[in-house]
């Protein structure tokens, strides 16, 4: 099990960008698939973008392909989530999780552990 903690979070303009991080702590985080979810304001949390254990492959919903890119530094024990030419509809609760596997996790139910959250608003 690890432990999540993200930041990062914060208010900017339509068009600006921000970058989340997500900080593990646990000597197992290299073993763990990564994701990034977010959970707007009366919707349900969906999946925003995806990372393999090493890092050789990600996925990204396609509401947000070309403009968030997701990456980590295992040896740092971080994973992030690069957000360029945000929009209104982008503001939402940004949550990390995670789940000790060598897939790409890409829904809820496949991850373990859950950090509390960091809110993004995009003003328009």
């Known amino acids: 099990q690890v432990q999540l903690v993200e930041s990062g979070g914060g208010l900017v303009q339509a068009g600006g960008s921000l970058r989340l991080s997500c900080a593990a702590s646990?000597?197992?985080?290299?073993?763990?698939?990564m994701a990034w979810f977010r959970q707007a304001p009366g919707k349900e949390r969906e999946f925003v973008a995806g990372?393999?254990?090493?890092?050789?492959?990600?996925k990204h919903a396609d509401s947000v392909k070309g403009r968030f890119t997701i990456s980590r530094d295992n040896a740092k024990n971080t994973v992030n989530l690069q957000m360029n030419s945000l929009q209104s509809e982008d503001t939402a609760v940004y949550y990390c999780?995670?789940?000790?596997?060598?897939?790409?996790?890409?829904?809820?139910?496949?991850?373990?552990?859950w950090g509390q959250g960091t809110q993004v608003t995009v003003s328009s």
């Open positions: 646990g000597p197992i985080f290299s073993r763990y698939a």
């Open positions: 999780a995670g789940r000790r596997t060598l897939v790409v996790v890409t829904t809820e139910w496949e991850c373990d552990d």
């Open positions: 990372i393999n254990w090493s890092g050789s492959i990600t």
